[in-house]
């Protein structure tokens, strides 16, 4: 009985030992420090944004068409020479996240013909208003240095893209992610 | 532009030359000078007999189409519906086809041979008004032909009572505006209306609703001749030389690398190695042949091994290529098959009207792609995407017999016939991205047909 | 029996062709193509440039089917033809077999699908023609899903041609169908093909814009997206909007459309929309082409002007109020007027473009609630006589396009300018078919013009003298020819050869009056004139008055006016002027303030409001006639309500609400219904506008066979059979005129027209000589002032410059070109206006289309004489070189 006794506290005070050094957590000191979210993590989305810094959004709406939820609203507008916001002819004048009514499916960045919305790593969701849920565009736009490819590369008058010249092209939204 | 003298030929014996003898002795461009040597004769037999019997006269001769696609003529004017007036006669003298010389001399030096052969057409045909077309770079031979019109309305030969017959033919001139696609009969018509000049959807064709829409009977200037010297000297004498259902002489324009280039006005009887190495002298530095392409350039080409075929329309559809309007260039072993290809891409690219989808984008691709590989710039897969859009053969491919005129098959055809005949250069091109060929001149430029409402920047470019 | 062996798709005396297609063996007309038939039967063909409203270009070849013929010369054995035909010009043969999904059928699609692709750009999210575009729908069904393409696409500047139309060359397939609409339907030769090759792009003329008034229609056509409309240019992507179907409220042509809205707001406006191979789709293979003002200038009721709150007059303040207390302010303020003055001291004012129904209640509040027969719609009119006349013709009217005609005869008017759609219809029919127009009078229809056999233009005013003398002259009397002839300044053989087409005619034929001309001021002559003309001509001559005013002939029907009996004795919209200030009328009620702007005399009328003691109006917006009001009652615009709406041939229609009603705006019913409750009646009991439709008919049309929810499904108004003389049209499987058809959406309300007597047509005077320049005549036209357009958000795209018609005599006289600028003289005022040298106006006559850059005609009572003077376009060239270098 008595070794039962000791096994347990010895249990007990290594665990309590691991605790001191710090040794095998699984909780942390949130908000300090943070977790490291896997690639296929579905955060808040974030709207990438070319290497020069044009927006990859071109305003389609096929984010809003195949949103389940019917959580995004978005309206377009056309660029123009002073105001060249977007790649093509077209961009997201407004572009609003219900991130209430989100789901977090990531339908959105599978339907995104330009590789504009991507779930991002960030899970912190909390908010003080209702208002303050609707993420706008500005909210999720990447900054201008994050942006990568070039949009030449998505030229839709040139039509042949090699394997090679795609992949440059695309980059790898998922190692963009790690560095989130 | 000289008619150039044969020589002497067993074969040619009995030949007579008519459309073009002896050129620099017999000017014959005045109407003084045409009736010296017998002109009009054949007004004279035409206004005797009925319109039927000459048109029997000249299907009895076999004569067909000169133009290129060989429709015997009579034929083509019995399809006239009975009783339908008025109806026009329409002298097809576009001659745009590269290679193709012959309706040049012919309006240049004898103008009054082809108004002979019109009056009597529109006799045959019962029409009363003629109309030549004549492409807009003929300056010389619009004039010559419109001062020959004229002499010949002053003498009272056209007009409202041709040589005192009572019968009427007016005949008037019209000059193109530069276009190869209005020598297609239908384009010319719709040319010829004022319009842009598109080709009309056929059927209904010309002979039923034609020119205003009226029926119409559209021949070349060498036909329309010919029917002249037909009624003059007899369908039999016409059959005198004969291969096959090729009957008659016709003029046939050499061009490229002979020794002797010039138009020949030859009976069809003779074989390619004939007309090369006798009639034009030989290969130029008796260098090796290397290919002919014998009927304008949309036809198939033809290979040295099929030298002994007969200049003939069936002995040349024998060895799969055409006689066409009989334009021969001949090409020796410095040609690059497919810088020569990509020449006439870059032609048939040039003149597609752009009215139907195949032609307008299959030109302008097929040129696209051949230039690249003659640039050194070719890939892998060039050459089946070729074959796919140019075919094998007739009615084969994107394009051929898909388009609303012969001109996307003629553009399509040289390339099946150039990836037939020389393949491996096509895959060396590739291969070596070079060309070992190496006199060649790059004056090929794609911005050669660049238009100016072309853009060469993105639209959205923000540099 | 002989019923039986009819094919359904024939009619009797067709020859009926037998042949087989994908190894069905299916029936045809003679002349009938390949892709009528095979349409018909489900097997669809895809295609590009064929449209039924336009000619055969067969440029796209992608309806290229394979076809085997029997061999005479074989025993008839099937042998293939050595290449595919396109089934869209290719007419069926006895015994023909063809293949629509073969091998070679599949190659030549597939072939098509690629080259088309090869330099389109891949650009579908950027597109504004994405999820309606024929060419993603085509690339999916028949196209491959690779392409081999491997070199730069072509690439084009982009033109900044028209305000209304965005072209984007580079999407272009050349399908030509917008160079064909202008030229053949629109009548103008404004577009075309340029350079050559694959090199050739779309374009307008001078880089010019597509400036008519059927240009919009050119969006709907293009099957990609080069053509798009600018003023929805980005703004939606057409899978987000909600579609109704609705009619246009703009003229009497009756146009269907469909209304693009999303969270309330109106996109776009197009003819009706359909379900055409799996999307949606406007006229693909169906043609209810609409003009440019129901396209770009529907969207008025979102004004920032609105006031969508009723309103009720507190001191000097009008201050919003709950809807109840507006309409029971109105109703006690009707009742007191009523009490002090006696029921005729009251007038009701309904807009002709309000539906029926609020028509119908307005008539009965004012007949049965407060016993007057003040009530009227008839507003435009120059004189009280004019009305009356109009109502006249309203009386006779019985004639119907959608029939179609064997001869037409045409008299005064801009019809393209007032009806649009309808003279559209008109020019189509008899273009196709070869029937003849006639035009008389002093202005004709430049639209119509090349298209018309005999045009006859005498002075003004001497129409109705002709019409009579014509009526004679069919009647057998061959003296009237020589008059005749002086009358038209012609020849007698020219005369003659008219008598004669008129009497030949032993089908239908149809008289057209335009009630707009001069704003009816001729009409007390020419109306009965014309009556007694389509009487003479006997048994299949039908009579078609036109207005523009959308819904003249509805609001005629239910008595929105006074009876005929009362006419004189009543106060009609001509005389309220007069009757406001001699104390007569004290109380008005206004439905709809366009009423009171669009009456010649507005300004009088406006400024007698302020003596009335009690006004209210029923309106959208905040405006000089709203803000005077007693009580404003917020209305529904015509994307907020339902009702039915009658045009120039007697079709109803019905207009739909959108997205339901907008902040406290109700729809004029419901206020009616309130006014006349409070006012102590217990006839108007309505629960619904559907209530008020079904009492409304039973009353008007016993016989009515549809209903009110049929209304709305009730036929393409532009789409029949008349247009057919080669059976080049097909409808597919989701599109089917029968199935939509309701035969009680045609009614017609009085019988044949009646002899007239002689003396009535008495020529009107009109000064003959004494006079330096030219005499005036005018209309109404669609681009010009006007209450609602003047609120759409485009307007000033929308409203055109001042122009005036010129007959080509006199421009030779004047040195005037089309395009000349020149000054209009009248009475001493000047106007600088463009001219336009056209086959309209007689020699001697200039037509102004009112309304126009602001030009008031509110002086004139009779034709005038007016002075032009022409400024040569060459000062104009070069100041425009100038700029542009």
Redesign the interface.
Same mark, same amino acid.
């Given at each position: 009985m008595l070794v039962d006794f000791l096994k347990g506290s010895a249990l007990a005070l290594k665990h309590m030992g691991n605790f001191i050094i710090g040794k095998g957590n699984v909780t942390l000191e949130y908000p300090e420090v943070k977790r490291e979210q896997p690639a296929f993590f579905r955060g808040r989305h974030r709207l990438q944004r070319y290497r020069?810094g044009?927006e990859r959004c071109?305003?389609?709406?096929?984010c809003? +068409?195949v949103c389940p939820s019917e959580a995004i609203y978005l309206? +377009?507008?056309?660029?123009t020479d002073e105001n060249?916001v977007s790649?093509?002819?077209?961009y997201a004048e407004i572009y609003q996240i219900h991130l209430l009514r989100c789901i977090f499916c990531g339908f959105c960045e599978e339907a995104c013909?330009?590789n504009a919305i991507v779930m991002g790593a960030s899970y912190e969701l909390a908010m003080n208003k209702r208002t303050d849920f609707i993420a706008e565009k500005d909210d999720m736009l990447d900054p201008a240095e994050k942006g990568f490819g070039d949009y030449?590369e998505y030229?839709?008058?040139?039509?042949?893209v090699t394997p090679e010249s795609d992949k440059s092209a695309k980059g790898d939204p998922w190692a963009v992610k790690a560095e989130h | 532009m000289t008619v150039s003298t044969l020589p002497d030929l067993p074969a040619l014996a009995e030949f007579e030359r008519v459309f073009l003898p002896n050129i620099e002795e017999d000017k014959t461009e005045t109407l003084e000078e045409y009736l010296k040597v017998g002109g009009y004769e054949a007004v004279k037999i035409a206004l005797a007999k009925k319109p039927e019997e000459i048109t029997e006269i000249i299907k009895d001769s076999g004569l067909r189409g000169r133009g290129g696609a060989g429709f015997p003529t009579g034929m083509k004017w019995s399809f006239l519906p009975k009783g339908a007036h008025p109806r026009y006669l329409t002298i097809n003298a576009d001659e745009s086809e590269p290679g193709t010389c012959k309706d040049r001399p012919l309006m240049e030096q004898r103008p009054h041979t082809l108004i002979e052969g019109i009056i009597c057409s529109c006799i045959a045909i019962e029409s009363e008004k003629a109309f030549i077309y004549i492409r807009g770079e003929y300056y010389k031979s619009a004039k010559v032909m419109q001062d020959a019109v004229d002499e010949a309305y002053a003498a009272g030969i056209l007009g409202d009572n041709v040589m005192g017959s009572g019968k009427r033919v007016d005949v008037v001139v019209h000059r193109g505006a530069g276009a190869y696609i209005c020598g297609e009969e239908t384009a010319l018509l719709t040319s010829l209306e004022g319009y842009r000049g598109y080709p009309k959807l056929k059927p209904p064709f010309p002979a039923i609703k034609g020119l205003y829409d009226k029926p119409t009977i559209i021949n070349n200037v060498e036909t329309i001749v010919s029917v002249g010297w037909i009624l003059k000297k007899g369908a039999d004498w016409f059959k005198k030389f004969t291969h096959e259902r090729s009957t008659g002489q016709r003029l046939l324009c050499v061009s490229g690398h002979v020794k002797k280039p010039g138009v020949y006005e030859l009976p069809m009887t003779l074989t390619l190695r004939e007309i090369i190495y006798d009639v034009c002298g030989g290969m130029r530095n008796d260098h090796d042949l290397k290919f002919i392409i014998p009927g304008g350039s949309s036809v198939p080409w033809v290979l040295p091994e099929h030298l002994d075929a007969t200049w003939s329309m069936e002995g040349l559809a024998a060895v799969g290529s055409s006689l066409g309007s009989a334009g021969m260039m001949v090409m020796d072993h410095t040609v690059c098959p497919v810088w020569a290809l990509a020449n006439l891409s870059a032609f048939y690219r040039h003149e597609s009207c752009g009215q139907c989808t195949p032609c307008r984008e299959g030109s302008a691709w097929l040129q696209k792609i051949v230039m690249r590989i003659e640039r050194g710039e070719g890939e892998e897969g060039d050459l089946e995407t070729l074959r796919a859009i140019a075919g094998t053969g007739p009615n084969t491919g994107m394009i051929c017999g898909k388009s609303i005129c012969a001109l996307g098959d003629a553009a399509a055809w040289p390339v099946s016939s150039a990836l037939n005949c020389f393949w491996d250069d096509f895959e060396e091109h590739i291969k070596t991205k070079g060309c070992k060929y190496k006199n060649k001149r790059y004056w090929m430029q794609d911005d050669r047909f660049v238009n100016e409402t072309y853009e060469h920047k993105?639209?959205?470019g923000?540099h | 029996m002989a019923d039986q062996s009819v094919h359904p798709a024939l009619k009797p005396g067709d020859e009926e062709i037998k042949l087989v297609i994908n190894g069905k063996e299916v029936v045809g007309k003679k002349g009938e193509t390949i892709i009528s038939v095979a349409a018909r039967e489900d097997y669809y063909i895809p295609h590009y440039c064929w449209h039924p409203a336009l000619s055969v270009a067969g440029n796209c070849r992608l309806c290229l089917v394979e076809i085997h013929l029997p061999n005479p010369r074989n025993d008839n054995k099937l042998a293939p033809l050595p290449k595919p035909a396109i089934a869209c010009q290719t007419p069926i043969t006895e015994g023909m077999h063809v293949f629509t999904d073969s091998q070679l059928a599949k190659e030549c699609q597939e072939g098509m699908m690629e080259f088309l692709?090869v330099n389109h !750009?891949?650009?579908?999210?950027?597109c504004d023609r994405?999820g309606e575009c024929m060419l993603q729908r085509y690339s999916m069904e028949y196209g491959t899903p690779h392409?081999r393409?491997?070199? !730069? *696409? /072509? *690439?084009y500047l982009k033109p900044e041609a028209d305000p209304l139309i965005d072209i984007e060359r580079?999407r272009c397939i050349m399908c030509t169908r917008c160079v064909r609409f202008c030229d053949e339907v629109a009548g103008e030769h404004v577009m075309g093909v340029f350079a050559r090759g694959s090199d050739n792009y779309i374009g307008t003329f001078g880089q010019g814009p597509v400036a008519n008034i059927l240009s919009g229609n050119v969006i709907d056509l293009c099957p990609v997206g080069c053509l798009t409309s600018k003023p929805f /240019?980005? *703004?939606?992507?057409v899978?987000?909007l909600l579609q109704t179907q609705s009619t246009s409220i703009w003229d009497a042509s009756g146009s269907k459309v469909t209304h693009w809205t999303r969270n309330g707001r109106l996109y776009r406006t197009t003819p009706p929309s359909r379900k055409y191979h799996g999307v949606y789709t406007v006229n693909e293979d169906t043609e209810e082409f609409i003009d440019n003002i129901t396209r770009f200038g529907s969207d008025f009721p979102s004004h920032e002007n609105r006031w969508d709150e009723s309103r009720v007059k507190f001191g000097e303040n009008l201050l919003p109020a709950a809807f109840t207390e507006a309409v029971r302010r109105v109703a006690t303020g009707l009742k007191k007027v009523a009490d002090e003055h006696g029921p005729d001291s009251l007038a009701i004012l309904v807009s002709p473009r309000s539906s029926m129904e609020e028509g119908y209640l307005a008539q009965k509040l004012a007949r049965d609630v407060i016993g007057t027969e003040n009530i009227d719609w008839r507003v435009s009119f120059q004189t009280a006589e004019a009305a009356e006349a109009a109502a006249q013709a309203f009386q006779h009217a019985n004639g119907d396009l959608e029939d179609g005609f064997d001869a037409v005869v045409v008299l005064n008017g801009d019809y393209l300018h007032s009806v649009p759609a309808f003279a559209m219809r008109l020019k189509e029919h008899a273009r196709l078919t070869g029937k003849p127009i006639v035009q008389i009078g002093h202005h004709h229809d430049a639209f119509l013009a090349p298209h018309s056999k005999y045009k006859f233009h005498c002075a003004p005013g001497s129409t109705a003298k002709a019409l009579q003398l014509l009526s004679k002259g069919v009647g057998g009397d061959t003296s009237v020819v020589s008059e005749l002839a002086k009358i038209f300044s012609t020849e007698s053989s020219r005369v003659e050869a008219l008598i004669t087409l008129l009497k030949g005619v032993e089908g239908r034929g149809l008289v057209l009056q335009s009630l707009e001309d001069l704003n009816g001021l001729l009409l007390p002559n020419e109306v009965p004139a014309a009556l007694a003309f389509v009487g003479a001509l006997g048994g299949g001559w039908k009579y078609i008055p036109t207005l523009r005013d959308r819904n003249a002939f509805g609001l005629h029907a239910v008595g929105a006016q006074p009876k005929a009996d009362a006419e004189g004795k009543s106060v009609n919209a001509r005389q309220l002027a007069d009757a406001i200030e001699d104390g007569t009328i004290k109380g008005l009620l206004v439905l709809g303030a366009d009423a009171l702007h669009h009456s010649p005399d507005r300004e009088r009328l406006l400024a007698s409001l302020g003596k009335l003691d009690f006004y209210a109006v029923s309106d959208l917006f905040d405006s000089d006639y709203t803000r005077i009001a007693d009580v404003y009652l917020a209305a529904a615009s015509h994307l907020e309500k339902d009702g039915t709406f009658c045009d120039v041939e007697g079709n109803l229609a019905r207009l739909a609400s959108t997205e339901g009603l907008v902040g406290g705006a109700r729809p004029e019913w419901e206020m009616l219904t309130g006014i006349a409750t409070i006012m102590g009646s217990d006839n108007f009991a309505y629960e619904t506008v559907e209530d008020v439709f079904k009492e409304m008919m039973s009353v008007i049309a016993p016989d009515f066979k549809g209903t009110f929810k049929k209304l709305l499904l009730a036929g393409p108004r532009n789409d029949n059979s008349i247009k057919d003389p080669g059976g080049a049209r097909t409808h597919t499987k989701d599109y089917n005129p029968g199935d939509y058809r309701t035969d009680g959406a045609h009614f017609r309300w009085t019988g044949e027209p009646v002899a007239i007597d002689d003396q009535t047509a008495a020529p009107r005077s009109v000064p003959e000589s004494g006079f330096d320049g030219f005499l005036l005549t005018w209309g109404e036209h669609v681009q010009g002032d006007d209450y609602h357009l003047n609120h759409a958000s485009i307007v000033e795209l929308l409203q055109k410059a001042p122009y005036v018609e010129l007959n080509p005599v006199d421009a030779v006289k004047l040195g005037a070109e089309t395009g000349d600028r020149g000054t209009l003289d009248i009475n001493g005022e000047s106007y600088e206006v463009e001219l336009k040298v056209c086959e309209g106006p007689a020699p001697g006559v200039v037509y102004l289309p009112a309304g126009l850059g602001g030009i008031k005609l509110s002086g004139l009572t009779d034709t005038q004489a007016v002075k032009l003077e022409v400024v040569k376009s060459n000062a104009l060239a070069e100041a425009g070189a100038g700029n542009t270098a």
């Open positions: 020069d044009l071109v305003g389609c709406s096929l809003a +068409a309206e +377009a507008a056309e660029n060249q790649a093509g002819e077209r013909p330009e030449h030229d839709p008058y040139i039509s042949h | 993105p639209s959205w923000h | 692709l !750009p891949l650009d579908c999210p950027i994405g392409t393409m491997r070199d !730069p *696409k /072509r *690439k580079n /240019r980005f *703004k939606a992507r899978w987000e």
